[in-house]
């Protein structure tokens, strides 16, 4: 059987017997829904082994997202004995819907939502960021019409997000996020003409979709979470843009200036130790700094959104003026 579940409903010991390749029983399991799916986390006793488990179904709606959840657990870093991927049992797609088997870590692990950023958690995050584009590395840059396919929601938002911003942000704040659009797209389209630097891209790295253990040394490990690229979505860029996405938008100014400069030095030592050639320092503290600009892009994208110009306002507006306050800081 092993059909895929659509709801957390079809999630029962006979399915859960027939995925693992093993009987078992579910003891307790709460659900969970979401704009994005359900989750279903499960105690489980191994009838066999006289153990108990907990995992977690995801189940997620591969209409939008396609396979590339799956991909990420089972099929593109199966051959990194070291990913910082949680562990997956099983994974399957059908037309409309995907689902996760994986371990459940709540009783060890925490996101990152409301830990305090230190350098520790930095070189954590850096570290095991740095091993997915080390392993994937290279990879053939994204065309140009795949470049200016992926500007499109931040340009039907710029001017939304403009509008909006004349009530809380100075004139001259205005003015440079127009420069940014005017200036940063032909720049990307200049540069997907030179491979170097272009690799795998998680693309989301928010403090949600970053696990680390709750004790002990809390950063000695990480995962990362939730690879759900909208279907028709490029998974390549300049694996930098991880760094500049979580760092810029979703740290504090403060840590970010603090630590940027030696974690980025950290994550391009890491390429190299694990053999990368042919992308110097230089080359990637400039790519760095054009994903740096090219953070404006998400809160305007997200202000492309029915509603969201109101209803997130506090989202798009703390990202755009972390951004700015990086941008201004390039010099």
Known sequence: MNAVPHHPADVTSTWLSEVLGRPVEVLSRVDEVSNWGAHVRLEVKDVARDDVMRLRVKIGSASTFGTSEVDYYLTLFAGLPDAPLVRCHHAAADSTHYHLVLDDLAQTHRNLDDVVITEDLGRALVDAIGRLHAFCWPRVPPEPTEVEAGLKDARAGLPVMLSAMADSFSQAERDLVRQVFDTQPAVM??????????????????????????????????????????????????????????????????????????????????????????????QARDDWRHCVKQTLFVPASRCSEPGAVTELRWLWEMHTRRALAAIAELG
């Not at 690799?199 to 000695?220: E, K, Q, Y």
């Not at 500049?244 to 740290?251: D, H, R, S, T």
């Open 189 to 282: 389209q200049a540069r997907v003409a030179t491979a170097a630097g272009f690799s795998f891209v998680h693309g989301d790295l928010n403090p949600g979709n970053i696990l680390a253990p709750t004790g002990g040394s809390p950063f000695n490990q990480v995962f990362l979470l939730d690879h759900q690229p909208f279907l028709g979505c490029s998974v390549t860029g300049l694996a930098v843009s991880d760094l500049a996405y979580a760092m810029v938008l979703w740290w504090p100014v403060e840590d970010r200036r603090r630590w940027a400069n030696v974690l980025v030095n950290r994550w391009h030592a890491g390429l190299l130790a694990r053999g990368v050639v042919g992308y110097s320092l230089a």
